[in-house]
């Protein structure tokens, strides 16, 4: 059983709310990633770590932030949320070698 | 350049029946291949993954897929179909070593009783 955790699972949320998402991983992973997925549709990378203090975009421009303050923690903020960042975020961990990447269960997020 | 393409966005298989879901990729690198599955409302598992050595692999659930560089693909397969195997199957093609992974669209598996 992989040991990645995301919290909350769902979230409804009114529009302006700033918000984050909580991710964290007891493997001792070094990346760490963000996936967004709307219903049906493929994941999206939205932001990756390699390490603590690194952060980058990824192919999908979100108007999220994240953080890596510790090698395994990885939240994601919105600031101000809005209707359309109504989605599926998924994180997940990998080593640094590029193995196979470890999922959370994902946290659905309704912004109303 | 890296990219995959699932082939079928929706399959439907009686249960009993096999199963074959289909992936082509194109990498400029030698490429980790990895299947994975996501169940309404979970997570996403790590069905099975290809990371150059044999080129059938076997994975959980009776799940298999054989690479095959020749063709650029590397399908799904399993020989009979369960009510549980109803999901969504991602195909997923990374640069070994390096960081970049894309992710297919995803192919809905439908099981009829």
């Known amino acids: 059983e992989a040991d990645i955790y995301q919290t909350p699972r769902y979230l409804v949320i009114g529009t302006g709310k700033k918000i984050t998402l909580e991710c964290s991983q007891t493997?001792?992973?070094?990346?760490m990633y963000w996936y967004q997925q709307d219903p049906g549709m493929e994941l999206h990378l939205i932001h990756y770590?390699?390490?603590?203090?690194?952060?980058e975009k990824g192919d999908l421009s979100s108007e999220s932030t994240v953080s890596r303050i510790r090698t395994e923690h990885f939240p994601l903020t919105l600031e101000s949320a809005r209707p359309s960042h109504t989605s599926q975020y998924l994180c997940?961990?990998?080593?640094?070698?590029?193995?196979?990447?470890?999922f959370g269960q994902g946290t659905r997020l309704t912004v109303v | 350049a890296q990219s995959v393409t699932q082939l079928d966005s929706h399959v439907s298989v009686s249960e009993g029946t096999p199963v074959l879901l289909r992936c082509n990729y194109s990498?400029?690198?030698?490429?980790?291949l990895f299947w994975y599955v996501q169940h309404p409302n979970k997570g996403l598992q790590l069905l099975l993954k290809?990371?150059?050595?044999?080129?059938l692999v076997k994975g959980i659930n009776g799940f298999e897929a054989e690479f095959k560089k020749s063709e650029t693909s590397f399908h799904l397969t399993k020989p009979s179909a369960h009510m549980s195997d109803a999901a969504e199957y991602f195909c997923?093609?990374?640069?070994?070593?390096?960081?970049?992974?894309?992710f297919g669209a995803g192919t809905r598996l439908f099981v009829k009783a």
């Open positions: 997940a961990s990998s080593e640094i070698r590029n193995t196979e990447a470890f």
């Open positions: 493997m001792g992973h070094d990346k």
């Open positions: 770590s390699y390490g603590v203090n690194s952060t």
């Open positions: 990498s400029s690198y030698s490429p980790s």
């Open positions: 290809y990371t150059s050595a044999a080129t």
């Open positions: 997923v093609v990374s640069e070994t070593g390096g960081f970049k992974t894309i």
